[in-house]
């Protein structure tokens, strides 16, 4: 059971440059999201899907995009890259119930680097 | 911005010894949860407190929930080296299941 797969692990751009970040999660989870960790920052989400066919603003969306593709899918886009835009990116999906008492899971990050 | 604010931001202990960490926020909750973080690795869920609950068990873990304080603790007892990494408060206090991370304690415990 692979739980939340991101791919890729690492990658190095050149400012200007684009690039897609995949999710996929095998947990038939309604909610997925995406954030970024930098140092002495924690966890900052970036946007996320409620559930599919819908996606919003997190805390710190400018200079990405996001796709919500089918119900296991999620995946985030640099349109542009720039260097303040260097972290480590995580997605992670949740059950969506009445109560909202549900964990999140995690994938293991991507490591992105721009030059 | 961060809602929730772990305390200490780093602590360093003995193996076997009890370690300790809290958290506070802001604003009311549906309900707090703790995350753990190896190495910058992905985080994993350790244990969710809703907010009419006072207080949880999970092992060796224990959660406090204090709402009128607006704050958490977390205790692992008996700690173990295996327990040195980054533990992580998050609040779910808006809509649409959206978490707010805390900045995080970074604990060492020490063979």
């Known amino acids: 059971n692979a739980g939340v797969t991101q791919t890729p692990k690492f990658q190095v751009l050149k400012t200007g440059q684009s690039m897609t970040l995949q999710c996929a999660q095998d947990?038939?989870?309604?909610?997925m999201y995406w954030y970024r960790q930098d140092p002495g920052m924690g966890l900052r989400l970036i946007y996320y899907?409620?559930?599919?066919?819908?996606?919003d603003k997190g805390e710190v969306p400018n200079g990405y995009n996001v796709s919500r593709l089918n119900k296991r899918e999620f995946s985030l886009r640099l349109e542009s890259a720039a260097p303040s835009q260097t972290s480590v990116y995580f997605c992670?999906?949740?059950?969506?119930?009445?109560?909202?008492?549900?964990?999140?899971?995690f994938g293991d990050g991507t490591r992105l680097s721009i030059l | 911005s961060q809602q929730g604010e772990e305390d200490p931001q780093a602590l360093s202990i003995q193996e076997g010894e009890n370690a300790t960490m809290n958290c506070s926020y802001k604003t009311s909750i549906n309900n707090l949860q703790w995350y753990r973080q190896n190495s910058g690795r992905g985080f994993v869920h350790l244990i969710l407190i809703r907010s009419n609950e006072r207080e949880k068990h999970s092992g060796r873990l224990r959660v406090t929930l204090d709402t009128s304080k607006k704050s958490s603790s977390l205790l692992i007892t008996a700690s173990r080296a295996a327990d040195t990494a980054s533990y992580f408060c998050a609040t779910d206090g808006g809509s649409n299941y959206k978490l707010t991370f805390g900045k995080g304690t970074l604990l060492t415990v020490n063979p």
């Open positions: 899907s409620a559930s599919e066919g819908t996606t």
């Open positions: 992670a999906s949740s059950e969506r119930d009445r109560s909202r008492n549900q964990p999140q899971h």
């Open positions: 947990m038939n989870h309604n909610s």
